[in-house]
C-alpha cells in the first residue's frame, strides 16, 4: 500500500514496486495525480484515472502518452447514467439554440469535503454544452454542505417556465464499477480515451 504521505512526486511508483502491474487505476488527488501520471505512463502501465482538477494538464500528458505509446483513460466521472444524462443535455443545448428568452445555468451539489469546485463533471458538462450552444454561456453555480450526494442540473429558465435535467449519485458504487470495467477494457489500446469510448465507441 501506497500513503500519500510516502508518494510526494510520485517517488513511491518505482519499476521495482510496479512490476507486473497490468494496469492501475488512480484516484488521489488534483496535486498528486499529474506526477503519478506521468509515471505510471513512462512505466508503460495503463491507466485509468478518475482524479479530477488535474485537466489542464491534459496537452501535456496527452503528448506524452503518444510519445510513449501507452494507454489513459481519465474521466472526470465513471458512471453510466452520467454519461447518458451528457448526452440528454446536448440534445437538449441544441433544441434551445435560438431560444434567448431562456436563460442556462448548471448547478452542482456535493458534500462538504470535496476538494475541488466547480466539480470535473460540471466542467465537462459546460464545455460539452458551450460546443452544442455557443450563443449562450452556461455559468456554474458549486454547493459544498454535508453529506449531499452529487448533483448535477441543467436549467433552462424563461419568462413563464422552467425547464431542467438533474442527475443525482446516490452512492459511489456506479464510479468504483464503471473503474473496474475501464480497467478491464483499456489493457493492449494505445492513445488517450475517455469514458465515452468505453460506453459508446466514440467521443462526444
Ligand atoms: N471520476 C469519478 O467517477 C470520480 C468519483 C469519485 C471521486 N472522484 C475523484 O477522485 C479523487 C479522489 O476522490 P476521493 O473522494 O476518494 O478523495 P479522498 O477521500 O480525499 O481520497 C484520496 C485518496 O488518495 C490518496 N492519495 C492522495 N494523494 C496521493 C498520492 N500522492 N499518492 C498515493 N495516494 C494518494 C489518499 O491517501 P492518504 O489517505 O494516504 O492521503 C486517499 O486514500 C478526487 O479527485 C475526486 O474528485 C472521481
Redesign the pocket.
Known sequence: M????D?TDARALTRERLAGTDVAIE????E?AVS?LERLIELGIPTVT????WTGALPRITALVEARKGALLH?????AGVHLFLRAARELARNFSGRPEFVASIREEHHAA???APS?TALLLQHQLGASDASRSFPIASVRAGTLPGTHTLTYDGPHETVSLSHVARD?EA?AA?ALTAAEWLPGKTGVFTFEHLLFGEKA
Open positions: 501506497v500513503k500519500s504521505s508518494n484516484f488521489t488527488r488534483p498528486a503519478n478518475g482524479t479530477t482538477g474521466a472526470a466521472n465513471f458512471s470535496k476538494l475541488d470535473g459511489r464510479f464503471g
